[in-house]
């Protein structure tokens, strides 16, 4: 607890904490909205804020603000697919590369250079135009930016499994009969875990973007399930600008912007305590 | 002829290997799909309540599969796009449809080049001197202002740094054209006007760029900053009584900023997704917006064609970065 009381210090840690409380808040609220998710005209449309509709309606005849509890839902879940499936895939190349090394290594860093050095944005509009049904699907999307983001990180997992393999440590544990996979399971993993966790983060921040981006061009998931992507083209295909419509327009806008940074700043702080060096420059600075 | 075998080969080897497979997945990923394109546009077509009849439809499959490239074996048909590729050519585009994909993708790419390097060399230039200051006068009020404000847009990915700046700079304030490269009906030429009003409409799409780039490059240089001003010639220079100034500008922050022409170098698809992306938030004629048109319709060949291309781009100019590094900084010269 007192870990946690010395992370609310830090501002930026405390504003992003409390973000993403209320975030979670609007999510469990879903569960209790009056309105179907997805059916439209279900209530009088192009309605202005008011106390029955605290966010209006827009020209679907949907509720803005129940419509926003389950976009942060559902664009929360495809970032957490995402983001916890390419740091599974991270974590096992990462380390199978840095503790076999060799041809594997060579293999695995190549193929992981090549999803680096590809225009994601151009791939991913490729892919999803021919899987256009497959996307659909909240899990099938957060499969495919997974298989995009794993590779930088792999890279810095395995440096450190190729530092941590020539420690003593090692040496004791291979000579004392440990197995490999229990080595790295039980000895390497905690080093690797604080890293994974970070940049877990960050990753949710990368899907997350890409899905809003995605659902502009009209493609990733299904326009009619509510997501902060595709309330956004709705509004923006809808001409909700020109209609001025900006409860409509502003809504996902400025809650995409608000858990962009609270998810920055929460990595932020993370890794800076992670990091002893930068702690001590901050507590220095007071 | 050391510098030949020791860098120059091998990086050229690694730019060939990158490429070739970068090309290759881009050719294989549509093949892996369980879903046939040719299939697809049939079951689209049917969906506008179409009736084809069977012999028919047996033609269309049989002209989409040569248009497509997807007759014979998987390894011929490898064959066939590597030749295709060497030939610059990528058929015809099926929305536009006499015109060749490359005639499109020669048309958009002056747009996007120009847009991609000015804003590229400005993002990074602006970007790493501000985050050298922002890094040694740490404790500066002006300085601590700006590190706030990098904390905000920071994350803010392109797309919704680039509909920011429509809707506040084309509509609530309108002082710049929506959309377009150049004015309705104008054709590119050296004349004032024309200049006049291909630079007003790319400055939204150009300060998107600039800005998101530009925080980046400062967030970097400034920790890259705040680590040298620590370091020993640093304290030396200062007890020597070499003026602040002086340290801050020629010993630190032209110390610190060639290294991060490498940073620059490794995002560099990223930077290339995030131009395309604002191309079409702008509408702006370069390839993203041609990419954009080309996913609307469908256009497959199209879309192929500008991915063989982006990826081509990309490693080359990574590549020509890395050549052109030694040559700058001195630290790195050739071995």
Redo the contacts between chains.
């Keep these: 607890m007192s870990v946690f009381r010395e992370f609310l210090h830090d501002n930026r840690f405390a504003v992003a904490f409390l973000l993403l409380c209320l975030l979670l808040f609007l999510v469990i609220l879903s569960i209790f909205s009056p309105y179907h998710p997805r059916r439209m005209y279900q209530v009088p449309r192009s309605l202005p804020p008011s106390w029955e509709h605290p966010l209006g309606t827009n020209r679907l005849g949907q509720d803005v603000f129940w419509q926003l509890t389950f976009a942060v839902r559902n664009t929360l879940t495809i970032a957490l697919i995402a983001s916890l499936t390419s740091r599974f895939i991270a974590i096992l190349v990462g380390m199978v590369a840095g503790y076999r090394g060799g041809m594997v290594d060579r293999v695995l860093m190549t193929l992981g250079d090549i999803t680096l050095v590809l225009p994601i944005l151009v791939v991913l509009i490729l892919v999803s135009l021919i899987l256009r049904d497959w996307v659909r699907q909240l899990t099938n999307l957060g499969l495919l930016l997974a298989f995009f983001a794993w590779a930088w990180d792999a890279r810095v997992i395995r440096s450190q499994v190729m530092s941590l393999r020539e420690r003593e440590f090692t040496f004791v544990a291979v000579l004392s009969g440990m197995g490999t996979f229990r080595l790295v399971l039980k000895q390497y993993m905690p080093f690797v875990l604080p890293v994974a966790f970070t940049t877990l983060i960050n990753n949710m921040s990368y899907a997350i973007g890409m899905e809003i981006t995605l659902a502009y061009l009209g493609l990733g998931i299904d326009p009619s399930v509510p997501t902060l992507g595709t309330m956004l083209q709705a509004a923006i295909y809808r001409q909700a600008l020109f209609l001025r419509l900006w409860w409509w327009l502003f809504t996902p806008i400025v809650t995409a912007i608000l858990l962009f940074i609270a998810l920055y700043w929460l990595s932020l702080s993370l890794s800076e305590y992670l990091d002893p060096r930068a702690r001590i420059q901050r507590i220095g600075l007071r | 002829m050391n510098i030949v075998r020791g860098y120059l080969i091998p990086r050229l080897i690694q730019y060939v290997?990158?490429t070739f497979?970068?090309l290759s997945?881009?050719f294989l990923?549509?093949r892996l799909?369980?879903?046939d394109?040719v299939e697809?546009q049939i079951a689209q077509y049917q969906s506008f309540g179409v009736y084809i009849p069977p012999e028919q439809l047996e033609q269309i499959i049989t002209t989409l599969r040569q248009l497509y490239g997807l007759e014979g074996t998987l390894l011929q048909q490898y064959a066939g796009f590597w030749g295709r590729l060497f030939a610059g050519d990528f058929g015809p585009s099926l929305a536009q449809y006499p015109a060749s994909v490359i005639h499109l993708i020669r048309r958009a790419l002056p747009w996007t080049v120009g847009l991609l390097l000015l804003t590229t060399v400005l993002a990074w230039l602006i970007g790493t001197l501000a985050g050298g200051m922002a890094g040694y006068y740490?404790?500066s009020r002006s300085m601590k202002v700006l590190d706030g404000v990098a904390?905000?847009v920071?994350?803010?990915?392109y797309?919704?740094m680039a509909?920011?700046l429509l809707?506040l700079l084309t509509?609530i304030v309108p002082i710049f054209p929506m959309s377009g490269g150049i004015g309705i009906g104008r054709i590119p030429s050296f004349t004032l006007e024309s200049i006049k009003s291909i630079l007003m409409h790319g400055i939204l799409p150009a300060l998107t760029l600039v800005i998101v780039g530009g925080v980046i490059s400062f967030q970097s240089m400034k920790l890259i900053v705040?680590g040298v001003r620590s370091e020993d010639y640093v304290v030396y220079a200062k007890a020597a009584g070499v003026k602040e100034g002086t340290i801050a500008y020629r010993y630190v922050i032209r110390n610190a900023m060639l290294p991060t022409i490498t940073q620059l170098g490794?995002s560099f698809?990223?930077i290339?997704?995030g131009a395309?992306?604002t191309e079409?938030v702008f509408s702006y004629p370069g390839i993203g917006w041609l990419?954009?048109n080309a996913?609307?319709n469908?256009d497959?060949n199209l879309?192929?064609g500008?991915?063989c291309i982006?990826?081509v781009a990309?490693?080359t100019s990574?590549l020509a970065l890395d050549l052109l590094y030694p040559l700058v900084d001195p630290r790195v010269r050739y071995r």
């Design positions: 290997l990158v497979l970068g997945f881009a990923l549509p799909m369980p879903l394109p697809q740490q404790r904390m905000v920071r994350p803010l990915p797309y919704i509909l920011l809707i509509f705040q490794l698809g990223q290339f997704s395309l992306i079409i990419l954009y996913t609307m469908g497959y879309i192929m500008i991915t982006s990826v990309i490693t990574i």
